[in-house]
């Protein structure tokens, strides 16, 4: 720390708290990102480090906290306690970050939390007021940088999103969450593929498909250079690959 100047030594000082970091691993990251902070965030969740202890909380705090946001009817925080919950902490409900934390939480329901959800998940992320959480925000949101973990969110994100009772994910629904999704990581085909069902597809998306998708975006890559018509893609990513081609929209996002 001596050698680093004054400027380096307060992103230091600030990732170790965001990041529940050591100071050592803080500096290795923020220099193998030339101290960009965010793209230290990014290097550090994508490297294999042993998990930390589970931070130790006030659970008179926790019940407090979940007492503050539950909805007055039943025995849970509902959509006007969710919005409550955002407000505090600064965030837009459509914050990628409420995902996130949601994932966190292993909620159920979009916009529900359970009184265990609530607590387990604010016990899981270390944190029991509002103050601490919204300092953990940059790092809740690096979490998406972190393939393993971008892949738990992104299967989690069906069940999630999906209507109580239904089985598939409506489309709108679904063409929301993939946006959303791949803001965090890139797939330049997102929008030809949402293009695609709502012109040529229209209908609810099974879990299967969404799972399909997923593989799909990681491996084939935005070319289609390394597509195998013959392989194992379900019958709707091979309509969606012959409508690329048709309309042109490889060559159109310059590929």
């Known amino acids: 720390m001596n050698k680093l100047n004054k400027a380096q030594k307060e992103k230091v000082r600030q990732f170790c708290a965001i990041a529940d970091a050591t100071e050592k691993a803080s500096v290795a990251a923020l220099k193998a990102a030339d101290w960009n902070v965010e793209a230290a965030f990014e290097f550090y969740y994508n490297q294999p480090h042993p998990s930390s202890p589970q931070v130790r909380t006030d659970q008179r705090q926790l019940e407090a906290l979940y007492s503050r946001y539950k909805d007055p009817h039943a025995d849970q925080i509902s959509v006007e306690g969710v919005s409550q919950f955002c407000d505090d902490l600064q965030v837009d409900p459509g914050d990628v970050?409420?995902?996130?934390?949601?994932?966190?939480?292993?909620?159920?329901?979009?916009?529900?939390?359970?009184?265990?959800?609530?607590?387990?998940?604010?016990?899981?992320?270390?944190?029991?007021?509002?103050?601490?959480?919204?300092?953990?925000?940059?790092?809740?949101r690096a979490e998406m940088k972190d393939d393993n973990k971008f892949r738990e969110i992104y299967m989690f994100t069906f069940d999630w999103a999906k209507e109580k009772g239904q089985k598939s994910l409506a489309l709108e629904t679904a063409l929301g969450m993939w946006k959303l999704l791949y803001a965090q990581k890139p797939w330049p085909l997102v929008d030809p593929w949402c293009s695609f069902l709502q012109k040529k597809h229209n209908k609810a998306i099974s879990k299967d498909t969404w799972s399909q998708v997923f593989e799909f975006a990681k491996s084939i890559d935005p070319s289609l250079s390394n597509y195998d018509s013959e392989g194992a893609w379900p019958y709707l990513l091979d309509e969606f690959v012959d409508w690329l081609k048709g309309t042109g929209h490889v060559q159109a996002i310059g590929i």
């Open 97 to 140: 970050v409420m995902l996130v934390i949601a994932w966190h939480m292993g909620a159920a329901t979009m916009c529900e939390f359970s009184r265990d959800e609530f607590i387990s998940g604010l016990k899981s992320i270390g944190v029991d007021s509002i103050s601490k959480l919204r300092q953990l925000l940059p790092s809740l």
